[in-house]
């Protein structure tokens, strides 16, 4: 790993839009482990939606506000009150099969809010590194064989992966133009017990859990022959901090580099309760998505040389996980 300037050690001050997903507060607990101050901009809802962070408010380094990527002023005021070292945008509108009922609404938050932030950075902290969180969904169906790296070309096939390449670009041409420290991680899919239920993978591992407690009779999903990289969130924002630590800014695909159906991982989550999946789950063409993406592969190779990152948590391993953490959910 290259070694850090002296002045880095200083930096720890960190905010990250997305606190209340899965990987906001899992980088959160990171970022306080090695000392930072964090805070974290919340969108203001009409329910409570901090559960993956309510632990994290015993820790006096941790803190949180109201704001939102698509008003600016909200942005601007807490860059300039804060005063960060580090800025993760880990915000999004997140589900790709969404993105396409809302296409506006995702190009707002998923672009534009992250022109909003590299203009609050540019004018009032042009010291603080960025780091944008984009998308595997980015490549969409590329003409090249996989396993896709960082210069791969890329063909989204949803308002979700157009709004992520957008923003690509522009974190690009503000590291380029004005010399900021903006820097990516293309980060492919990865799971966690703190997925969001809108995910299949949350979906599945509910779902099964409740069917083996007898709450549910059965499961009916979509495409199930669609290949994903699947990592695992807890090692993944490891990954990203150590993007943010470099000498210098890039670009940096994050991913494990093993494939495996939506349906492989279905078997393995009715496998680890001793059901037969086969018994339980049906399709219905309306969670189709108008453009599917038949396979996402990552090649790591850059980040590990760059940083020594790589991933541990094996596939099944990863599914025990989800299922096991929805069975301890039920109570008898």
């Known amino acids: 790993m290259p070694k850090k300037s002296p002045s880095r050690k200083k930096s720890r001050r960190a905010i990250i ?4 997903g899965q990987d906001g507060s899992y980088l959160a607990e990171l970022l306080l482990s090695k000392g930072y101050r964090v805070h974290g901009i919340m969108r ?26 698509t008003d600016a002023s909200s942005i601007s005021r807490i860059v300039t009150e804060f005063k960060p070292d580090e800025f993760y945008n880990l915000a999004a509108m997140s589900q ?16 534009i809010g992250v022109l909003n932030v590299l203009e609050a950075l540019r004018t ?3 010291h603080t590194r960025f780091y944008q969180a984009s998308s595997s969904e980015m490549f969409g169906a590329p003409k090249v064989p996989p396993p896709f790296n960082e210069d791969t070309p ?7 992966g157009v709004s992520k390449l957008a923003a690509f670009h522009l974190t690009q041409q503000y590291r380029d133009g004005y010399g900021m420290f903006a820097t990516t991680g293309i980060l492919f899919n990865h799971e966690s017990p ?31 022959d669609a290949k994903r990289d699947w990592g695992w969130s807890p090692e993944f924002v490891e990954g990203i901090y150590r993007i943010m630590q470099l000498d210098k800014p890039d670009v940096f695909v994050v991913a494990t580099g093993e494939t495996h159906t939506i349906k ?9 309760v001793d059901l037969d999946w086969k018994k339980y789950v049906t399709y219905d063409e309306k969670y189709l998505r108008p453009n599917e993406v038949p ?14 990152w790589e991933p541990k948590m094996k596939f099944a391993d990863i599914v025990h996980h989800m299922v096991q953490f929805d069975l301890d959910q039920i109570t008898d």
Do not use: C, W
């Open 17 to 20: 839009t997305g606190i209340t």
């Open 44 to 69: 203001r809802l009409s329910s409570f939606a901090s559960a993956r962070i309510d632990h994290l408010y015993a820790n006096k380094n941790f803190s949180t506000s109201y704001g939102d990527l």
């Open 96 to 111: 790709v099969r969404i993105s396409f009922d809302v296409p506006e609404y995702t190009l707002q938050t998923n672009t």
């Open 124 to 126: 009032f902290s042009p």
């Open 154 to 160: 890329m063909r989204p096939q949803s308002p979700y």
């Open 194 to 224: 703190r997925r969001g239920g809108n995910f299949v993978t949350k979906k599945v591992t509910t779902a099964v859990a409740r069917i083996k407690k007898g709450l549910q009779d059965g499961l009916v999903l979509g495409n199930l």
């Open 264 to 272: 492989e991982f279905v078997k393995e989550a009715f496998a680890y």
């Open 295 to 308: 396979l996402l592969l990552g090649n790591g190779s850059k980040l590990k040389k760059k940083t020594g």
